[in-house]
């Protein structure tokens, strides 16, 4: 069924978003269908068109800037403990999920499953981007902060 990897790939999706009907942009605490350009995907294995989905769009983009900014204030009123407490609280609700996150991100890419196993079964180690907070580059006792911080990203309005 050449259909059948299109319904695997929204049922990967939908394990995380059980009302999707399509995929879209998480914003706000809701899954907002895109009005965008549509994006197609493609089986990997076969190069045929897999999923088709509308881009998030200006609209979505807007709404997004403006939960943003209402949730920077609120991130800020926490204090560094509290955020790490968040921080810690996300990743381990991420872990309980990696066989679900590998699954969407093989169906989504092509890559072999193997390969998105590895990649969060990295994540969990000590040292990794997801291993634990304050533990990156300090796991042989040596310190690689930068000398100032920078953000990495920001949202500008």
């Known amino acids: 069924m050449e259909n059948n990897a299109a319904e695997n790939l929204l049922a990967a999706f939908v394990h995380f978003f059980p009302n999707a009907r399509t995929i879209g942009s998480f914003v706000d605490g809701e899954l907002v269908e895109g ?5 197609q995907l493609y089986d990997a294995a076969t190069g045929k068109p897999n999923l ?8 979505v983009v807007e709404l997004a800037a403006n939960a943003a ?26 872990r309980k999920d990696t066989e679900s996150i590998a699954r969407l991100e093989s169906l989504g890419s092509g890559k072999p499953i193997r390969d998105c196993r590895c990649s969060m079964d990295e994540r969990r180690e000590p040292g990794s981007s997801g291993g634990g907070a304050g533990q990156r580059g300090n796991v042989l006792g040596q310190s690689t902060r930068p000398s100032t911080w920078r953000p990495r990203s920001a949202i500008m309005a």
């Open 52 to 59: 088709a989905y509308k881009d998030g769009g200006a609209v």
């Open 69 to 94: 900014q209402r949730a920077q204030k609120q991130w800020w009123a926490l204090t560094h403990a509290a955020r790490g407490r968040v921080m810690f609280e996300i990743a381990r609700e991420l």
């Open 35 to 39: 009005t965008g350009e549509l994006i």
